[in-house]
C-alpha cells in the first residue's frame, strides 16, 4: 500500500537531507515508496515547494529539486 502523502513528502525531505547530492532528479525519489505512482511523488515534492521547504534548482538544462537548505546559493 502506497504512503499517505504527508508521509511521502516526509520521505522525501528525508532523502533530501541524507543524499550526498544537493540538487536531486524527481525520479531520485521514486525509491521513498516504490509503491506509489511517479505523478503522486512529483505532486508531493512540488508541495513542499510550495510550503517553502525545498526549491527548485536549475542546472541550465534541467530542473531538480533541492532542500531550502542545502540549495546552491545563487543558483535558487
Known sequence: MALS?????EKILEKSLKSPKGQLYVKDFY????EAKPRAVKN?????????????????S??????????????K
Open 62 to 75: 534541467t530542473t531538480m529539486y533541492a532542500h531550502k537548505d542545502r540549495a546552491k546559493e545563487g543558483d
Open 5 to 9: 502523502n504527508d508521509e511521502l513528502k
Open 31 to 34: 525509491a521513498c515508496d516504490p
Open 44 to 60: 508531493a515534492a512540488n508541495d513542499l515547494v510550495k510550503e517553502g521547504k525545498m526549491v527548485f534548482w536549475s542546472s541550465g
